[in-house]
């Protein structure tokens, strides 16, 4: 698993002021997911790392710890 993936999803969730169960509404996944990526315990498909690259304006190199 990517831990990496998951301090930078709830890193860039909380710099904007969104819950959990808000970012589910977005990535149109449950609240439990939500949590499950944040704690690396289950990685986002293609598809979610995609939106969430786009929602939060970065890429998924960043997201996923490739680049800085």
Do not use: H
Not at 39 to 47: A, G, V
Not at 58 to 63: F, M, N, W
Request: with cysteine; glycine share 6%; hydrophobic share 40%.
């Amino acid at each position: 698993m990517n831990l990496i993936f998951g301090q930078k999803l709830k890193e860039l969730r909380n710099e904007k002021g969104i819950t959990q169960a808000e970012a589910a509404k977005i990535f149109n996944v449950s609240k439990t997911t939500i949590c499950q990526w944040e704690t690396s315990k289950q990685e986002p498909s293609l598809d979610s790392l995609t939106a969430i690259a786009k929602f939060f304006e970065v890429t998924a190199g960043y997201l996923l710890g490739l680049e800085d």
